[in-house]
T-cell receptor, first 114, second 113 residues
Framework: AQKVTQAQTEISVVEKEDVTLDCVYE???????LFWYKQPPSGELVFLIR??????QNEISGRYSWNFQKSTSSFNFTITASQVVDSAVYFC???????????FGQGTRLTINP | EADIYQTPRYLVIGTGKKITLECSQT?????MYWYQQDPGMELHLIHY???????EKGDLSSESTVSRIRTEHFPLTLESARPSHTSQYLC????????????FGAGTRLSVL
């Protein structure tokens, strides 16, 4: 079974600041996947990234970057030069290779102030 | 772009009423899911399906039921709504060929008075 901890329940920053959202997970699977989703105020979940456990290369997509540290079971998400539209709740979710069920933590509510 | 639709978006209903929340996807995904989310809280899986005529209960016990008669359709039914059912319900679908990424609908916000 998987478990995820997002210790930061709320973060508030001023626009253009960089911000990092932490994600620590637990799993007994040797192969697994890690997801990040964004939930804006409208309520739907928007897929951001899927990472395989055997690929520890960090990833950058525009202002978004992800740092995967298998040794510390962390998969942190950084937004560079934050914008007001980044305001949302962000969820990290692990899933085992054979399973299909995402395990969500409580998420981190990010507020970007103008 | 995800093509998964949920109706209604908002529903206010009295106690004891029977309701069905609709979820449809046009992507041909074989797997579909229902999550329940209270405001500001995590999502909990309540039902899932790996294909037609396949339904399973999720990690969170729910009084709702689901059916999967067609690939694209995965409705959720509450036979007798109660205030404790007030929540947001999110539907998702996924497909092995799309790396099992779950794509979500916009959700249904249910209020039972």
């Amino acid at each position: 079974a998987q478990k995820v901890t997002q210790a930061q329940t709320e973060i508030s920053v001023v626009e253009k600041e960089d911000v990092t959202l932490d994600c620590v997970y637990e799993t007994r699977d040797t192969t697994y996947y890690l997801f990040w989703y964004k939930q804006p105020p409208s309520g739907e979940l928007v897929f951001l990234i899927r990472r395989n456990s055997f690929d520890e290369q960090n990833e950058i997509s525009g202002r978004y970057s992800w740092n995967f540290q298998k040794s510390t079971s962390s998969f942190n998400f950084t937004i560079t030069a934050s914008q007001v539209v980044d305001s949302a709740v962000y969820f990290c979710a692990p899933v085992g290779q054979g399973a299909q069920k995402l395990v969500f933590g409580q998420g981190t509510r990010l507020t970007i102030n103008p | 772009e995800a093509d998964i639709y949920q109706t209604p978006r908002y529903l206010v209903i009295g106690t004891g009423k029977k309701i069905t929340l609709e979820c449809s996807q046009t992507m041909g995904h074989d797997k579909m899911y229902w999550y329940q989310q209270d405001p500001g809280m995590e999502l909990h899986l309540i039902h899932y399906s790996y294909g037609v005529n396949s339904t399973e209960k999720g990690d969170l016990s729910s009084e709702s039921t689901v059916s999967r008669i067609r690939t694209e359709h995965f409705p959720l039914t509450l036979e007798s709504a109660r205030p404790s059912h007030t929540s947001q319900y999110l539907c998702a679908s996924s497909e092995l060929r799309q790396r099992n990424i779950q794509y979500f609908g916009a959700g249904t916000r249910l209020s039972v008075l």
